[in-house]
């Protein structure tokens, strides 16, 4: 069985090697075997491979990856809710390898006719952003939500979650010529990020009320975003894409009462209850199913080819994500 691994911390596409490893054999009771099809580079994966990823340094080698789709290879006796054939999302983590042996409890038939390139990238991005939206300060209809690195994967999910609520986006981005798309893809307000956004944004959402800030980025782009909102507002910090700690400035923390949290989607899996977390996934899928959530893919890569795709996927200003193929393997 093919497995991508990593057995020291370094430039991804130079640290990843392809390996041959046991297969992992027929499924026992209450269990399945699923055959991988295909699985998105995330940027945790490439901070992963750097060594940069998590509160502690993970034991090597490693099998990097926390998400993707496969189809059911066999199910073991007793497994009824799945047939052989049905789309399954791939256990994580360590998701880059050709299959899996799981306990069929955690695992739930996808729904059919969707795209396999889409379900690949459902596990991660699309619960991020809902739950940001979600369990923090909900904006309410007609109240501003403000992002920024709002092309990425998780922007554009929240951009869908935030117009389902009735609440309007302003997305930052470091790139102007995206706003265009942006806004065809139901965005509000595209700004570019720089040290006068809170000025533009307040022209842009007139006297509205924007309670909470969505921050992938870090540094110094967390204190634009928090100077943005109003006081008592909330910046969900997910992400480090600065490489930089987040600043916020006692301007905003102690003499508007702004406060910074965190989230982290393998946090909220190890909190929640199984049954809570398969009914967001199901919910989630079936907003795939109607086109409702769809990101962009610039390319798929066979998983011969890993290093090119880790490559690419490093490179900033992307149309969409790199996806690794198992099928051309
Ligand atoms: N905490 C969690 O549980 C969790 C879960 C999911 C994702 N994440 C994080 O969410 C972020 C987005 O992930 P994704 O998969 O949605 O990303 P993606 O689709 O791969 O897109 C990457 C995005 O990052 C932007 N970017 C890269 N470097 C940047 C920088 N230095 N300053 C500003 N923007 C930068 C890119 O802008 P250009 O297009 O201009 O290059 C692009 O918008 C990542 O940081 C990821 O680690 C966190």
Redesign the pocket.
Known sequence: MLAAQFSSFGRPDAVIELVEQPDPGEPGPGEVTIDAELFPI???DL?NLEGRYGAEQPALPMIPGAEGVGRVAAAGAGVSHLKPGERVLLPGPGTWRARFKTSAKAVFALPGGVDPKQLAMLR??PP?AWLMLHEYVAPKRGQWVIQ????????HCLIRFAREDGAKTVNV???AE?ADDLRAFGADVVLT?GPDLDARVRDAIGGGALPLAID??GGS?TQRLARCLDDGGTVVN??????EACMLDVRETIFRDVSLRG????RWFMQTPPEKIAALYRDLAARLGDGRLA?EVEAVYPIRRIKEALAH?AR???KG?ILVSFDAA
């Open positions: 995330n940027p945790a901070l991660v991005n991020t920024n690195a709002a092309n990425s994967g998780v922007g981005v470091r790139r995206l990020d992938a980025v782009a997910y992400g480090a894409l600065s490489g989230f982290w989607l393998r990101v996927a900033g200003g992307r994500k």
